[in-house]
C-alpha cells in the first residue's frame, strides 16, 4: 500500500510478537513504524521480557484450532526459508535437527503437524518410558536471544525507530512519540495486557515457565514428553552447541526467580527422557545420574509466559485520542500467544497486518467490519459496534 505520505504506525511491545509484527508492517510498504516499548532484546534480562527465556523450537501445539495451526503453518514457512544453511537470512539464529513428539497421554498430533518435514510415526520398539506413542520429523530450534536482536536491527535497518516509554495507558503514545498524527495504534504487550490502561484484559494470566541451559554439543536431535498425568520435558539443541531443557508450565504463577525444586524436577525428567545428556565418557562407564549434568549448566532462568482464556487476541477497537480530543483511532490487538509466541509469530503479525489495512480504509461509525482471512479455512466476517470489542478470538 504505498501513497504519497507515509502512515505513522506505533507498535507497542518489544518482543517477539511485537518486532515481528513492525516489521510486517514496515515491509509492507506506506508506513513509518515506531516500536514503543519499556524493554528491548538489547537490555538486561529481566522478567518484564519474556522472549529472553523462551526455548525455542517449532513444534506446533495446535491441537483442532485451525487459526492457530495457520499461523504456526505460515511461521513454520517463512523461519524455514530463513534458516537455510549458507542462503537463509538468519541462518545464525536457528539449528535444523530430527525431533521426537513423544505422547503419553493418548494424543495423536498428526492433524496439526502432518506439514512437517520427513513426518512419520515412530516404531513402538523406539518408544521412551512414559510414552505410548511417537512421531518425528525435521524441524528448528531457534537461538532466542540472538533471533530477537536480529529482527530488531532488521527492523531498524529497515528505517524503523524505537521510542522507550514506561506505559500506564495506550493512549499515552499519541503525544509521547515523534509521530504527531499516527493512523493506528498496534498493540503487542504481552502478559502486560492484563494491567495496561486501555486493555487491561482480565482474560490474560501468566503461565510460568523454568529452563535450564547446558553445554552438550553431541546432542544433535530435540525430544518432547507429554505424559498422561499433564507432565511436560523437553530438550531443544542450539546452533550454539548448547541444549535448553524445560517443561515447567503453572498458570497463575508470577514468581520472578529460579525455584531450586523446579531446577531439580526439569534435571530428572529431562535425563529420563535422553541419558545422552550426560558427557559420553560418563555414559561410556555408568549409567548418569543428574549430578552429572549439573557441571554442564551454562544458564538458567524463567519467564512469564502470556496465556490467555479464548487463546491469542487479534481483532480491532476504535478508541478515542485523548480525554479531549475525541477524533478516533483504531487500535489492533496482537497478544495472548501463551507458549506460541515464536512458533506463530509471523502468521499472528500477518492477520495483525490484514486487520490494520481494513481500519485504515474504513471510516469508524456504528458498525466496523473486519475480515479474518485464514490459509485453508472460510473466510469469516464479524460485526461489532463500533465502541464494543469482546475479549475473544
Same mark, same amino acid.
Given at each position: ?44 534480562? !529481566? ?88 512421531? !518425528?520429523?525435521?524441524?528448528? !530450534? ?252
Amino acid at each position: 500500500m504505498y501513497t504519497d505520505q507515509l502512515k505513522d504506525i506505533i507498535v507497542i511491545g518489544a518482543g517477539v510478537v511485537g518486532l515481528t509484527t513492525a516489521v510486517k508492517i514496515q515491509e509492507k510498504g506506506g508506513y513509518r513504524v515506531t516500536v514503543v516499548a519499556e524493554t528491548f532484546p538489547t537490555d538486561p534480562r !529481566t522478567i518484564r521480557y519474556t522472549s529472553h527465556w523462551a526455548g525455542a523450537h517449532h513444534v506446533s501445539q495446535a491441537f483442532g484450532d485451525e487459526r492457530q495451526k495457520a499461523m504456526d503453518k505460515e511461521t513454520f514457512e517463512v523461519m524455514w526459508r530463513d534458516s537455510a544453511p549458507e542462503f537463509g537470512a538468519a541462518a545464525g539464529c536457528f539449528r535444523r535437527h530430527n525431533h521426537t513428539e513423544f505422547r503419553g497421554d493418548g494424543v495423536d498430533p498428526s492433524p496439526w503437524l502432518d506439514y512437517m518435514p520427513d513426518y512419520q510415526k515412530v516404531p513402538e520398539d523406539n518408544l521412551v518410558p512414559g510414552s505410548t506413542a511417537g512421531y !518425528t520429523f525435521t524441524t528448528f !530450534t531457534l537461538n532466542t536471544p540472538v533471533y530477537i536482536n536480529w529482527l530488531l536491527a532488521r527492523f531498524l535497518a529497515g528505517g524503523g525507530t524505537t521510542k522507550r516509554m514506561s506505559l500506564q495507558h495506550i493512549t499515552q503514545v499519541l503525544e509521547g512519540v515523534d509521530a504527531p498524527n499516527p493512523a493506528a495504534i498496534v498493540a503487542c504487550p504481552g502478559v502486560g495486557a492484563r494491567f495496561l490502561g486501555g486493555i487491561e484484559d482480565k482474560n490474560v494470566y501468566p503461565i510460568r515457565g523454568q529452563t535450564i541451559l547446558l553445554r552438550a554439543p553431541w546432542v544433535k536431535y530435540g525430544r518432547t514428553l507429554s505424559g498422561a498425568d499433564g507432565s511436560y520435558v523437553y530438550l531443544m539443541p542450539r546452533c550454539t552447541g548448547d541444549v535448553l531443557i524445560g517443561g515447567i508450565k503453572v498458570a497463575n504463577d508470577w514468581f520472578p526467580a529460579v525455584r531450586a525444586k523446579d531446577r531439580e524436577e526439569i534435571l530428572t525428567r529431562a535425563l529420563a527422557l535422553s541419558a545422552d545428556l550426560a558427557p559420553p565418557h560418563i555414559r561410556e562407564a555408568r549409567e548418569p545420574t543428574i549430578d552429572d549434568l549439573r557441571p554442564l549448566i551454562v544458564d538458567e532462568g524463567c519467564g512469564l509466559r502470556p496465556g490467555r482464556k479464548g487463546g491469542i487476541r487479534l481483532e480491532v477497537e476504535w478508541i478515542d485520542q485523548g480525554v479531549q480530543d475525541k477524533t478516533r483511532i483504531p487500535v489492533v490487538y496482537n497478544y495472548g500467544h501463551s507458549g506460541m509466541g515464536f512458533q506463530s509469530s509471523w502468521g499472528s503479525a500477518s492477520i495483525a497486518l490484514g486487520l490494520l489495512e481494513s481500519a485504515l480504509e474504513k471510516v469508524p461509525n456504528q458498525y466496523l467490519f473486519i475480515t479474518y482471512p485464514f490459509p485453508s479455512s472460510p473466510v469469516v466476517k464479524s460485526a461489532r459496534p463500533a465502541n464494543f470489542w469482546p475479549l475473544t478470538r
